[in-house]
C-alpha cells in the first residue's frame, strides 16, 4: 500500500468515526454505534499498514 493511500484511509476512517460517533449521540441508535466501532477496525488496519515505496520491491 502506498503512503498516498494509507493517508487517505486514515482520513476516510477518522470521518466516519467521528460522524457514526455524532450520530449515535444524536439519535442513540445502534446501528451508529456499530459503524463507530467498525470505522475504530479500519482505522487500527490503516494504522498498521507500513507503506511501501513503489520503487522498492
Same mark, same amino acid.
Do not use: C, E, K
Given at each position: 500500500m502506498t503512503q498516498t493511500a494509507r493517508a487517505i484511509g486514515i482520513v476516510v476512517t477518522l470521518a466516519m468515526l467521528v460522524f457514526s460517533g455524532?450520530? *449515535?449521540l444524536q439519535t442513540g441508535d445502534w446501528v451508529a454505534m456499530v459503524f463507530a466501532v467498525a470505522s475504530? !477496525? *479500519? !482505522?487500527i488496519f490503516f494504522l498498521s499498514v507500513t507503506p511501501r515505496d513503489r520503487d522498492a520491491s
Amino acid at each position: 500500500m502506498t503512503q498516498t493511500a494509507r493517508a487517505i484511509g486514515i482520513v476516510v476512517t477518522l470521518a466516519m468515526l467521528v460522524f457514526s460517533g455524532w450520530m *449515535y449521540l444524536q439519535t442513540g441508535d445502534w446501528v451508529a454505534m456499530v459503524f463507530a466501532v467498525a470505522s475504530l !477496525g *479500519y !482505522g487500527i488496519f490503516f494504522l498498521s499498514v507500513t507503506p511501501r515505496d513503489r520503487d522498492a520491491s
